[in-house]
């Protein structure tokens, strides 16, 4: 007999993402696909040091079995670099350290999603998520976003209607979107949190990856302090990831009391706790002091990457694809526009594409529903500014083909 599966795979399947990287063993392609950083940019020495103090300080604790809430230094480290932008009277118990972020958007899943139950997201989101609350058997409600973030008017519609579980939104430098949700915004889903006691989980990947001679608006959490009552109807996520390395599997959640504890105790189930010697590692290098210069550097090769690849889609693929200019983050957002008699089929393109030796994601996969068959994402973090000239060149040629 075959085998029988639970029926909460019925919803979901893999990766489109990562069936793409299938297809990207041919010599000499150019990959705009893959949403990870740079290895070049990772600061090995600095790591290497912070492992060896590790050792040579607390050897065991860093190889023993640790607490499912995190590593007491770490969670110390993270709560002043959350200090550090901004946010106000958060203390290392009011986190916990995940398996990298991820982690925490499925402990989310499993202490709040019951099946059938809505959960609204931006449309487009974050692939692996709209994967992680289905499987939990999430009704997903799209919410409309533009380059200022999500339409709050709309937002604010949807929650009245569907009355959901929770919001997910990724405010600054969305993936795949590249958004950034203005000041403005963040201040209004924050009262809309307290206007209709609805949980907004905010997930922060790429907040410290701005391109702007000063950093992006606050994170909601650090705003929170200036809407009263919003602490209590916020969650979260932050990661090391894209700034540090993600093989660290390093990421945090901060959430009200009684969600952080729920969320601890389906830890216990799934891991127990996160790679202590990772956790000791990532608190040595948070008290070395290496981390500025290293954003510092990241954001500066980052930066000329993306202008690259904005001055080069609009002059190798002119009108027939629009975008904004992302201002921080890893992707580029984009639609084809048809212009010319060109393809407006953005899976279509894409075979093009690889066919030329160039590759990119088409758009569709990051909607929940009514997804949009033009758009597409482009990274620019990994192909150095030669290689990002001359992979939009393809990417004309296979537009022309």
């Known amino acids: 007999m075959p085998l029988q599966f639970a029926s909460r795979l019925d919803n979901v399947e893999t990766s489109a993402i990562r069936e793409l990287f299938k297809l990207l063993g041919k010599p000499g392609i150019i990959s705009f696909a893959g949403g990870f950083p740079d290895s070049a940019m990772f600061d090995v020495e600095g790591l290497r040091e912070a492992s060896q103090k590790a050792l040579a300080e607390e050897p065991g604790a860093a190889l023993q079995y640790g607490a499912t809430e995190g590593y007491d230094p770490l969670r110390a480290q ?6 550090g932008k901004g946010v106000q009277g958060l203390e290392p118990q009011q986190l916990i350290v995940t398996t990298g972020s991820q982690q925490a958007l499925d402990l989310l899943g499993k202490t709040l999603i019951s099946p059938g139950d809505k959960v609204i997201v931006e449309g487009p989101t974050f692939l692996a998520t709209i994967q992680c609350f289905r499987l939990y058997g999430a009704d997903l409600v799209s919410a409309p976003i533009d380059s200022n973030g999500v339409d709050v008017e709309r937002l604010e519609a949807l929650i009245r209607e569907h009355k959901p579980r929770f919001v997910y939104l990724i405010p600054t430098f969305g993936n795949p979107s590249g958004a950034l949700l203005s000041l403005e915004r963040r201040r209004k889903v924050l009262e809309l949190a307290v206007k209709y006691q609805t949980l907004i989980v905010e997930d922060d990947p790429y907040g410290d990856l701005y391109f702007t001679p000063g950093p992006p608006p606050p994170s909601m959490l650090a705003l929170s302090h200036e809407v009263p009552g919003s602490r209590d109807w916020l969650a979260h996520c932050g990661s090391l990831s894209k700034v540090l390395s993600p093989g660290l599997r390093v990421g945090w959640l901060v959430a009200p009391t009684e969600l952080l504890a729920k969320a601890t105790m389906c830890k216990q189930f799934s891991d127990a706790h996160t790679s202590t010697f990772a956790q000791a590692t990532a608190a040595q290098y948070l008290r070395s002091g290496r981390m500025p210069a290293t954003l510092e550097r990241v954001r500066q090769v980052y930066a000329e990457r993306a202008q690259a690849m904005g001055e080069s889609l609009q002059r190798e693929l002119g009108d027939a694809i629009e975008f904004t ?54 990274s620019f973090a990994t192909a150095d500014v030669g290689k990002i000239r001359e992979g939009v060149a393809r990417l004309g040629a296979a537009l022309a083909s």
């Open 78 to 83: 993270l709560a002043a670099f959350e200090q």
């Open 325 to 378: 200019q992302p201002q921080g983050g890893l992707f580029f957002w984009a639609r084809l526009t048809g212009a010319g008699g060109k393809t407006s089929d953005a899976a279509e393109f894409a075979k093009r594409a690889i066919e030329k030796g160039v590759a990119f994601v088409p758009g569709a996969p990051f909607f929940a529903k009514e997804p949009d068959r033009s758009s597409l994402r482009l």
